[in-house]
């Protein structure tokens, strides 16, 4: 029996199915890199042990991630994607390590307070994150200066 | 990720989106995107590896420099899904005759499991059952699978989310004992392929399918392309 590449069937599958239209997209110009304060945005659904995880159905809420904090879970919990790869290292989802060692390099001026993560499994439209969630996560961002977001999909 | 990426820059944030499906960066067309056709859930690449992983962040930051968009670039090195190197994990030897295989088997890496805990300081099993309570969710997939209702045979919680549970312990405690950062799909394959929970749990999910069970109970209870 071939070995089940269940990547290809994922991909595949996403390529059908509709997606938002954005009219008139914004386009901001950030500062020089060397003087931008990074975060992450992940749609792993991570969290911290002690908090309530996402909903396994549609959950448009995000979670809000302490800078230093790497006891996360990955809280999203679809078997279509590799896992095993965040169990050895999660910077392959969520390269906060990486972003200091960018930063203490002076490659990026610094790093957010916080960081943050949504479930990437959402209703066809993203309502909810559109119109609500997403712009207040933006605002917490604004709040703490961020100039630059890096978003990091599972 | 593409969503918020338009939402974002709407908010005066600039973003860069590291893209897993190509087809949906194309459509979407957030203002930067670098797609790295690397196995889905390894967004930045190689586990373990922080040069390869700062080549990524190096090429992604990089868009941010474009005086307009969108962009959409592609990561020059791409990782295969599959064809990578096996994972080596030993299993435990028969223990407790008078268990299930499955059972005696997720008994036994207890203190594999628990080696992982203690090094990484996370872990994501404890959806439907924490981690004393994996040897019973094995066992009530051990029933299903020989037949039981899976109604009736005391599977806790959602299955979806019991399944979850006893997977992450098995790719906790196999990150711990095998010799590197795994490969590609690794131990997944090694889950459902070499351990007794893995073939149980595959079991429990054909057993109902057949049964009718509501498809997403079945489903999710492990990879699409796994029968």
Same mark, same amino acid.
Request: hydrophobic fraction near 45%; glycine fraction near 8%; charged fraction near 25%.
């Given at each position: 029996?071939?070995?089940?590449?269940?990547?290809?069937?994922?991909?595949?599958?996403?390529?059908? &199915?509709?997606?938002?239209? =954005?009219?008139?997209?914004?386009?901001?110009?950030?500062?020089?890199?060397?003087? /931008?304060? *990074?975060?992450?945005?992940?749609?792993?659904?991570?969290?911290?042990?002690?908090?309530?995880?996402?909903? !396994?159905?549609?959950?448009?809420? =995000?979670?809000?991630?302490?800078?230093?904090?790497?006891?996360?879970?990955?809280?999203?919990?679809?078997?279509?994607?590799?896992?095993?790869?965040?169990?050895?290292?999660?910077?392959?989802?969520?390269?906060?390590?990486?972003?200091?060692?960018?930063?203490? +390099?002076?490659?990026?001026?610094?790093?957010?307070?916080?960081?943050?993560?949504?479930?990437?499994?959402?209703?066809?439209?993203?309502?909810?994150? $559109?119109?609500?969630?997403?712009?207040? /996560?933006?605002?917490? &961002?604004?709040?703490?200066?961020?100039?630059? *977001?890096?978003?990091?999909?599972? | &990720?593409?969503?918020?990426?338009?939402? =974002?820059?709407?908010?005066?944030?600039?973003?860069?989106?590291?893209?897993?499906? $190509?087809?949906?960066?194309?459509? &979407?067309?957030?203002?930067?995107?670098?797609?790295?056709?690397?196995?889905?859930?390894?967004?930045?690449? +190689?586990?373990?590896?922080?040069?390869?992983?700062?080549?990524?962040?190096?090429?992604?930051?990089?868009?941010?420099?474009?005086?307009?968009?969108?962009?959409?670039?592609?990561?020059?090195?791409?990782?295969?899904?599959?064809?990578?190197?096996?994972?080596?994990?030993?299993?435990?030897?028969?223990?407790?005759?008078?268990?299930?295989?499955?059972?005696?088997?997720?008994?036994?890496? $207890?203190?594999?499991?628990?080696?992982?805990?203690?090094?990484?300081?996370?872990?994501?099993?404890?959806?439907?059952?924490?981690?004393?309570?994996?040897?019973?969710?094995?066992?009530?997939?051990?029933?299903?699978?020989?037949?039981?209702?899976?109604?009736?045979?005391?599977?806790?919680?959602?299955?979806?989310?019991?399944?979850?549970?006893? $997977?992450?312990?098995?790719?906790?405690?196999?990150?711990?004992?095998?010799?590197?950062?795994?490969?590609?799909?690794?131990?997944?394959?090694?889950?459902?392929?070499?351990?007794?929970?893995?073939?149980?749990?595959?079991?429990?999910?054909?057993?109902? +399918?057949?049964?009718?069970?509501?498809? !997403?109970?079945?489903?999710?209870?492990?990879?699409?392309?796994?029968?």
């Amino acid at each position: 029996m071939p070995v089940p590449d269940n990547d290809r069937l994922m991909r595949d599958n996403v390529a059908k &199915m509709p997606v938002p239209e =954005f009219e008139k997209p914004a386009f901001t110009k950030p500062p020089p890199l060397a003087e /931008c304060r *990074v975060a992450i945005v992940t749609s792993a659904a991570l969290h911290v042990a002690t908090e309530d995880g996402f909903e !396994p159905g549609l959950d448009p809420k =995000f979670t809000v991630l302490d800078d230093g904090e790497r006891a996360l879970r990955l809280g999203h919990v679809s078997p279509n994607f590799d896992r095993g790869g965040f169990a050895a290292d999660l910077n392959v989802v969520y390269p906060v390590d990486r972003l200091h060692e960018l930063a203490a +390099r002076g490659v990026i001026g610094s790093v957010a307070p916080h960081h943050y993560a949504f479930a990437g499994n959402q209703d066809e439209q993203v309502s909810t994150v $559109r119109l609500d969630t997403g712009p207040a /996560c933006a605002k917490r &961002m604004r709040d703490e200066g961020v100039d630059v *977001v890096l978003l990091t999909p599972v | &990720m593409c969503t918020l990426a338009h939402v =974002f820059e709407a908010a005066g944030l600039a973003t860069v989106v590291l893209s897993s499906i $190509r087809n949906v960066a194309e459509r &979407m067309k957030p203002p930067r995107a670098l797609h790295g056709e690397f196995p889905l859930g390894r967004p930045v690449g +190689r586990p373990g590896d922080a040069e390869s992983q700062h080549r990524v962040l190096a090429q992604a930051f990089a868009l941010l420099e474009r005086p307009d968009g969108p962009v959409l670039e592609d990561f020059p090195e791409t990782i295969a899904s599959t064809g990578g190197e096996p994972l080596a994990c030993p299993l435990p030897a028969r223990y407790d005759p008078s268990l299930p295989a499955a059972v005696d088997e997720a008994r036994a890496l $207890r203190s594999a499991w628990e080696r992982s805990f203690a090094a990484s300081g996370r872990t994501t099993v404890g959806r439907a059952v924490d981690v004393d309570g994996i040897p019973d969710a094995v066992a009530a997939f051990v029933r299903v699978a020989e037949g039981t209702p899976w109604k009736d045979a005391g599977v806790p919680g959602i299955p979806m989310l019991a399944a979850h549970d006893v $997977r992450s312990y098995y790719q906790e405690l196999a990150v711990e004992v095998a010799d590197g950062p795994p490969g590609p799909w690794a131990v997944e394959r090694w889950f459902y392929d070499e351990t007794e929970a893995g073939r149980a749990l595959l079991a429990a999910r054909r057993a109902m +399918r057949d049964a009718d069970a509501p498809f !997403p109970l079945w489903f999710y209870m492990a990879p699409g392309a796994e029968q």
